[in-house]
């Protein structure tokens, strides 16, 4: 079955500019994470999305993240004004459920580089 | 914030030989869960333990947890080149939190 897929795979960008991420999880998982990786870096969370619940945002790193998740499904990640220091593998994965115990789904990522 | 610490952060060794890394977390977990990312890749979920296991098995991989240490271990044995690739400790909640990774190389 499908997994969970993001796009664009790569993103260049020039600093000041918005750029939106994409992130399809699998069907039926209510669960929906957003990470970020720096290169040489472990994970980073950012913001976690549960059914209707109110996401979870405690960790974007500055106001210029969001992130919207729409029907429940598709989120997109927006980065306004973005920084060279935004430079990273934007990362999401879905699960199941919520709760403890379930595995987390990561899809392939998005490159974003920052000029 | 980053809960799991994985040990070494580097690992170069032989195909056939067995990789060992570790992972210390800090605090009280139900399940620790171990991820594979090849260069460029998303994570795959390799192995999940529980916090009332001891070992884990599947396929070439074996997963201890002593959470009186507050520690878990990954041995691949026999390795093959296409191990090659970081590997991550994550720790449960509502989020995964990870360590820094190994970065393991298998040479030919």
């Known amino acids: 079955g499908a997994g969970v897929s993001q796009s664009p795979s790569n993103k260049v960008t020039e600093k000041g500019k918005d750029v939106e991420l994409r992130c399809d999880p699998i069907s039926g998982h209510t669960a929906l994470y957003w990470y970020r990786q720096s290169l040489g870096q472990g994970l980073e969370f950012l913001i976690y999305f549960q059914g209707n619940s109110a996401p979870d945002k405690s960790g974007l790193p500055s106001d210029r993240f969001s992130a919207e998740r729409t029907g429940g499904s598709v989120s997109t990640l927006t980065i306004q004004r973005t920084q060279q220091e935004d430079s990273a593998v934007y990362l999401c994965a879905s699960s199941f459920g919520g709760v403890n115990q379930e595995t987390q789904y990561f899809g392939p990522g998005t490159r974003l580089l920052v000029l | 914030s980053q809960q799991g610490e994985e040990d070494p952060q580097a690992l170069s060794i032989q195909e056939g030989e067995n990789a060992t890394m570790n992972c210390s977390y800090k605090t009280s977990i139900n399940n620790l869960q171990w991820y594979r990312q090849n260069s460029g890749r998303g994570l795959v979920h390799l192995i999940l333990?529980?916090?009332?296991?001891r070992e884990k098995h599947s396929g070439r991989l074996r997963v201890t947890l002593d959470t009186s240490k507050k520690s878990s271990s990954l041995l691949i044995t026999a390795s093959r080149a296409a191990d090659t690739a970081s590997y991550f400790c994550?720790?449960?909640?509502?989020?995964?939190?990870f360590g820094g990774g190994t970065r393991l190389m298998v040479k030919p």
């Open positions: 994550a720790t449960d909640g509502n989020m995964l939190t």
């Open positions: 333990i529980r916090s009332n296991e």
